[in-house]
């Protein structure tokens, strides 16, 4: 049965993620900050294991991402308090980190044999919203700053890891499009 470590897991997204994977069979392990999350993961019944942590928590993340029965890691939370966001941005980056450390640390493990883990992070609060309703559209353009920090930080672990692991990176824009047409 496949399985997968998901930090976000009780957001919009990570509810329907979860739902979906539930759905095909997969062993979920989930990261919750509080008793609340813990009873709503727990009531979206088998095949979701809950474990007890905080977004800053780097040595928990990494432990879990390191997990031997664990196929891929998913990272889909961030800190959303609109005061803090530069600071909530750097957690992210330390959180997304951790679990590539996580991850590298079981390929370096594996006896020579690839071990190929996937590590997902996705983000889409980082958003400029245009309407004055402050309400971020597909139209709108993306906070070029903390996109570009979060693609760089990705393909520095990729280059960290690359012969561990034996894969490339697949990622819906590329770092020079972003670069090139959002970087200021």
Request: charged share 25%.
């Amino acid at each position: 049965m496949p399985s997968v470590f998901i930090r976000g897991a009780t957001g919009l997204v990570g509810r329907a993620l979860v739902h979906e994977l539930q759905e095909h069979a997969y062993q979920i392990s989930v990261l919750a900050l509080s008793e609340a999350n813990v009873l709503q993961l727990q009531s979206q019944g088998d095949g979701v294991r809950v474990v007890r942590g905080s977004l800053d928590d780097l040595a928990t993340l990494k432990a879990k991402a390191a997990w031997k029965d664990i196929d891929g890691v998913i990272h889909l939370a961030f800190i959303h308090k609109s005061d803090q966001y530069a600071q909530s941005s750097e957690v992210d980056a330390k959180a997304i980190a951790a679990l590539g450390d996580g991850l590298r640390e079981v390929a370096s493990e594996s006896e020579g044999r690839r071990n190929a883990k996937a590590l997902v992070a996705s983000s889409a609060v980082a958003v400029d919203a245009q309407g004055s309703d402050g309400v971020a559209r597909e139209a709108d353009a993306p906070l070029d700053v903390f996109r570009v920090e979060a693609k760089q930080l990705l393909w520095r672990w990729h280059d960290r890891t690359r012969k561990e692991l034996g894969w490339n990176p697949t990622q819906v824009d590329l770092l020079s499009d972003i670069e090139h047409n959002y970087a200021a």
